[in-house]
């Protein structure tokens, strides 16, 4: 700008994606789901295994996927020890919309 001699009180900053000029903003939300189950031999189908029931949260969120919300799987995290059923196991997720009543159905599904 200075080599044009522009003075400017306002710019638009685009995303290197080129989704071009928008006039709404997504909302990012974050969440980390804790799911507890039962420390327990691996063999022992009679417990719940936590890491089990994310994935499947996992996949249930995928599929509440949108035209205009996003949802996105960041990552799993529990006990790394083979040969047991971990104690609880947390799923991050992240769901970017325009549509807040959007979350609050997501949620109430994942209950």
């Given at each position: 700008?200075?080599t044009y001699k522009?003075?400017?009180?306002?710019?638009?900053?685009?995303?290197?994606?080129?989704?071009?000029v928008a006039?709404?903003c997504?909302?990012?939300?974050?969440?980390i789901?804790?799911?507890?189950?039962?420390?327990?031999?691996i063999t022992?189908?009679?417990?719940?295994n936590?890491?089990?029931?994310?994935a499947k949260l996992s996949?249930?969120?995928k599929s509440?996927?949108?035209?205009?919300?996003?949802i996105?799987?960041?990552?799993f995290?529990?006990?790394?020890?083979?040969n047991?059923?971990p104690?609880?196991?947390r799923?991050?997720?992240e769901?970017?919309?325009?549509d807040?009543?959007a979350i609050?159905?997501?949620i109430r599904?994942?209950q």
């Amino acid at each position: 700008m200075d080599t044009y001699k522009i003075k400017a009180n306002r710019c638009i900053v685009g995303e290197p994606t080129n989704v071009g000029v928008a006039s709404k903003c997504r909302g990012c939300f974050d969440f980390i789901l804790t799911v507890y189950g039962c420390n327990a031999h691996i063999t022992d189908s009679t417990v719940i295994n936590p890491v089990e029931l994310c994935a499947k949260l996992s996949l249930l969120l995928k599929s509440e996927q949108k035209e205009e919300t996003s949802i996105s799987v960041c990552f799993f995290d529990s006990e790394k020890t083979f040969n047991v059923i971990p104690r609880k196991c947390r799923l991050g997720f992240e769901i970017r919309t325009y549509d807040c009543l959007a979350i609050e159905e997501i949620i109430r599904k994942l209950q």
